[in-house]
């Protein structure tokens, strides 16, 4: 039976090679791309040097979906696309159309079952994200309940083209920093306040006490003996609330329902243009969890975005923005007061890193 099994198992096959799924158009231009134009924030097309054109209709999702949303996605592909469609980096998805006598019904059909075409030019686009509460055991907030309450206030900005430049929002629900958080124009970033918590006797049988002791930044986690065997102890004077212990070493619980929060960080990028890319900087320290809507983080993204589009040039991005106004004009103009928390004191970063995420007076 064993030997049956074996026989029929398929492994190393890696992932279905792309050129399966492109549509035609691509395929006989693929590499051979003249130029592209945005025609409207949801809308752009791309005219090869053989003068085929493919236009493409982007829409907002919520990247935690069901069956049937995949499955309506297919049916409007299958409608309007000869059955292809793709998901972008972002987790939007595009319809790639061929014939331009498709493109308005085929938007006029995703208003009617109310879903969101946007997300091209100068907007917010969507929100890359992280598990949260609906999957992960080391978060400190929600990814899909924070990211659905911010869009929900910035849906303007995913439709229409209002701001200098584009704006990329990232949320990571742990220090973990799952996704762009580090490197975001704007960053929600979930955070501890209080040390881990020492289960000694679940932690004898279930940790691995060196790896534990080396999983910490700070080394605050000690040898100890409790009890009279091997157990560890924290040093809550040093410990920086990182969870990075309890990710290896399961019986040092570090959430805390009424310490865990959220903390805004603002003007980083991954692109070269212009200016080399950057790491995001901390705004706001701390911002209590407050679900279902998170009105603390909505208003504190609005407020950055508002006085970011009144204030910066055309093509800058947030952090080219904040580093001609300086960071003590951003903090005066955006009310948020300037604390002790922002000021680096990560002494193993000078040496390890060129750039912390922390200001550097
Ligand atoms: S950021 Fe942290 S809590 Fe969120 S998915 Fe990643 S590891 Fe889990
Ligand atoms: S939470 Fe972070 S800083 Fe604190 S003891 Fe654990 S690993 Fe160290």
Same mark, same amino acid.
């Given at each position: 039976m064993a030997e049956e099994v074996k026989k029929k198992r398929l492994t190393d096959?890696?992932?279905? =090679?792309?050129n399966e799924y492109l549509s035609p158009v691509i395929k006989n231009n693929y590499g051979k791309w003249a130029y592209h134009e945005i025609l409207d924030p949801g809308t752009m097309v791309h005219v090869a040097e053989s003068g085929d054109k493919l236009y493409t209709v982007r829409m907002g999702s919520p990247?935690?979906? &069901?069956g049937s949303f995949v499955r309506d996605i297919c049916d409007i592909a299958d409608k309007y696309c000869g059955g292809h469609l793709r998901f972008t980096t972002r987790n939007n998805v595009e319809f790639l159309i061929e =014939?331009?006598?498709n493109v308005e019904p085929l938007k006029k059909d995703l208003e009617k079952m109310g879903y969101n075409v946007g997300g091209i030019g100068n907007i917010v686009a969507n929100i890359v994200h992280t598990q949260g509460w609906v999957h992960?055991?080391? &978060?400190?907030?929600d990814a899909s309940g924070v990211v659905k309450s911010v869009m929900d206030e910035l849906y303007e900005y995913f439709v229409e083209d209002k701001l200098p430049s584009k704006v990329r929002i990232a949320f990571a629900c742990c220090l973990n920093m799952c996704g762009s958080v580090s490197s975001s124009d704007i960053a929600i970033v979930g955070t501890h306040r209080k040390p881990p918590r020492i289960d000694a006797e679940r932690l004898r049988n279930l940790c691995e006490i060196p790896s534990t002791i080396a999983a910490c930044p700070t080394n605050s986690i000690r040898p100890d003996t409790v009890d009279g065997k091997p157990g560890v102890k924290v040093n809550e004077e040093t410990c920086?609330?990182?969870?990075s212990c309890y990710t290896v070493c399961p019986a040092m619980p570090i959430a805390n329902a009424e310490n865990d929060g959220l903390s805004i960080w603002v003007g980083g990028k991954v692109s070269n243009a212009r200016t080399k890319p950057t790491f995001s900087k901390l705004a706001i320290p701390f911002i209590p969890n407050d679900p279902p809507r998170w009105p603390g983080v909505v208003n504190a993204v609005k407020t950055i975005l508002n006085e970011y589009k009144k204030g910066a040039e055309p093509g800058e991005r947030v952090g080219e923005w904040i580093d001609r106004i300086g960071w003590p004009r951003f903090f005066k103009i955006t009310g948020f007061p300037f604390t002790k928390y922002h000021i680096d004191d990560f002494r193993l970063g000078e040496t390890t890193m060129n750039y912390s995420s922390h200001a550097r007076l």
């Open positions: 096959i890696g992932p279905h =090679d792309y990247r935690l979906v &069901s =014939d331009e006598k992960c055991h080391t &978060s400190a907030s920086v609330f990182c969870g």
